[in-house]
């Protein structure tokens, strides 16, 4: 058992370590190149089996006609091949992706539609809660205290006069006496 107050080594040093990198790196970019270089002889090995080098030079009319026909039936049916590879391609990914869709509602994450606000009036509201059999209206205006605008007026017009008298008046212990006494009234 290591003692608490020593710190582990680490195996292998910090240059050890950039150098297997370097290392490693150079080998997958070598066999990468070595990958590619094999594609290549494999495409064109099958480009030679698959269309012979043709010797039009000693051809009469009849025999290019038909080796054009011959040419254009195998273009067809190669053109029938690559629709039919590319519509189980598309049925394909089309599955796939609907599989991606079912995966993500099982595990509960998925992507939420973008909400839109909508108004609803109060009475709309009180509809769907209650029922349709219960109409209730509300006068939301009605419930609301109601304040008289003369009393406001009045009380503005006795706080706006001169406010030096009212600055001296409120001045010391005096004032704010009258000021504790306004406000338990």
Same mark, same amino acid.
């Given at each position: 058992m290591p003692a608490q107050g020593l710190e582990r080594k680490p195996k292998i040093s910090a240059s050890r370590k950039l150098m297997l990198k370097s290392?490693? @790196?150079? /080998?997958?970019?070598?066999?990468?190149? #070595?990958? &590619?270089?094999?594609?290549?002889?494999? $495409?064109? $090995?099958?480009?030679?089996?698959k269309s012979?080098?043709? #010797?039009?030079?000693?051809?009469? &009319?009849?025999? &290019? #006609?038909?080796?054009?026909?011959?040419?254009?039936? $195998?273009?067809? @049916? @190669?053109?029938?091949? /690559?629709?039919n590879i590319e519509a189980k391609v598309m049925h394909n990914s089309r599955e796939i992706k609907d599989l991606n869709i079912k995966v993500l509602d099982l595990r509960g994450k998925f992507k939420r539609p973008d909400l839109r606000r909508v108004r609803v009036s109060a009475d709309a509201i009180l509809r769907s809660l209650l029922g349709s059999k219960h109409k209730v209206s509300l006068d939301l205006r009605g419930n609301l205290k109601s304040v008289k605008k003369e009393d406001t007026e009045k009380e503005k017009t006795a706080e706006v006069g001169d406010w030096r008298k009212n600055v001296e008046a409120m001045s010391?212990?005096?004032? /704010? $006496?009258k000021m504790f006494d306004a406000a338990n009234q």
């Open positions: 290392m490693m @790196v150079a /080998r997958a970019t070598e066999e990468l190149e #070595q990958e &590619l270089e094999e594609k290549e002889e494999e $495409k064109t $090995k099958y480009l030679e089996e012979p080098p043709l #010797q039009t030079g000693s051809m009469s &009319l009849e025999d &290019l #006609q038909a080796l054009c026909q011959e040419i254009h039936s $195998k273009i067809t @049916v @190669v053109d029938e091949e /690559r629709y010391g212990m005096e004032g /704010r $006496k």
